[in-house]
Nanobody
Framework: QVQLVESGGGLVQAGGSLRLSCAAS????????MAWFRQGPGKAREFVAA????????YYSDSVKGRFTISRDNARITTYLQMSTLKPEDTAVYYC?????????????????WGQGTQVTVSS
């Protein structure tokens, strides 16, 4: 089992940057594949980025590729989402998620553990 806690959300202007953190705790908390999802008002939960257990492989949605970077620390306790060149359409509640599944997935259904979410608002 693993517990996830996000932090770092807030209000930023378009073109600005923000760094989200997801701290994991619990038994074997460093043995999970991690991902970030987001959900805007009236929209379905959307895949943003994922990272392997080792941190060597990363994946991004087309909408954020080149602007966002997912990473994790060497101890694999904290997962980060560095967001730059933010746009108003990036406004959403951002969630980190964890899975023990072996393979990369963009589907929320394949992630068993979720944080509480953190609000990111990008103003024009």
């Amino acid at each position: 089992q693993v517990q996830l806690v996000e932090s770092g959300g807030g209000l930023v202007q378009a073109g600005g940057s923000l760094r989200l953190s997801c701290a994991a705790s619990g038994r074997t908390s460093n043995s999970y594949r991690m991902a970030w999802f987001r959900q805007g008002p009236g929209k379905a939960r959307e895949f943003v980025a994922a990272i392997s257990r080792s941190g060597e492989r990363t994946y991004y949605s087309d909408s954020v590729k080149g602007r966002f970077t997912i990473s994790r620390d060497n101890a694999r306790i904290t997962t980060y989402l560095q967001m730059s060149t933010l746009k108003p359409e990036d406004t959403a509640v951002y969630y980190c998620a964890a899975t023990t599944n072996l393979y990369y997935s963009t589907s929320p259904d394949n992630y068993s553990y979720w944080g509480q979410g953190t609000q990111v608002t990008v103003s024009s």
